[in-house]
């Protein structure tokens, strides 16, 4: 099937939660006990848009637990490959879905959910076959060894309907560079929960860390 179109709802989806923190912290829970704290030290620092990768023997369990103790953040499932994976992270309780790549399986899978999906592209090939399927947002992955904002001003030329958010490589200080893009809706990354605060439960500084780029 390469007929399926995605609905606009879905992408208006996209724009409410991107409205609700320009930053997605990058999630891979080795813990389950972790994920409960961890997403409540992000909430508490402004940053309610979780996205949990489908990295860890316990990631779908950690969204479960976030999506049912945590009700102010909007949990979301990442390094999601197959339309098994889209299943299986939207009965676990994630409110949005994120690729690191697009297959035509995967963007025609979530035309029929009421789950938005985030589909990730690193080439121009790659985005004119997502818009080709309705596709206005997307993943920008790896973003900085794909040519950073750079790339992003040239891109935003032929395509200058599309918002990205860009993921990879992207630390604190070169964020706002990227949300200083027109084009660019949000950014993500794992620099908001470093391994060895998650590991010392140090959830005052991971909110501190989430606090330092909140807008709130
Ligand atoms: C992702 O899946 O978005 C990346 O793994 C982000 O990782 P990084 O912020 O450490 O580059």
């Known amino acids: 099937m390469t007929d399926l179109t995605y609905p606009t709802r879905l992408t208006d989806r996209i724009d409410e939660l991107v409205q609700l923190a320009p930053v997605i912290p990058v999630l891979t829970i080795k813990r389950i006990e972790d994920a409960v704290p ?17 990295r860890s023997p316990v990631a779908l369990q950690a969204i479960e637990a976030i999506a049912e103790q945590v009700p102010e953040a909007e949990v979301g499932a990442g390094t999601v490959l197959n339309p098994g994976d889209f299943d299986r992270a939207v009965a676990a ?35 004119m076959e997502g818009i080709q399927r309705g596709y206005q947002r997307f993943k920008f992955f790896p973003a900085e060894i794909a040519g950073g904002t750079g790339a992003l001003k040239a891109i935003a030329g032929p395509f200058a309907d599309v918002r990205f958010c860009p993921t990879g490589g992207i630390r604190a200080h070169t964020a706002a560079d990227y949300l200083a893009l027109p084009n660019v809706m949000c950014v993500g990354g794992t620099w908001l929960a470093p391994n060895d605060l998650v590991e010392q439960g140090d959830w005052d500084a991971i909110r501190e860390l989430a606090r330092a780029c909140s807008p709130h």
């Not at 508490?44 to 848009?49: D, I, R």
């Open 38 to 54: 961890l997403a409540q030290a992000l909430v508490a620092g402004g940053l309610p848009v979780l996205e949990v990768t489908l």
């Open 93 to 127: 309780g994630s409110r949005f879905i994120v690729s690191p790549g697009i297959t035509g399986e995967l963007l025609d899978h979530a035309c029929t959910s009421s789950v938005p999906l985030l589909p990730g592209i690193q080439t121009v090939s790659e985005l």
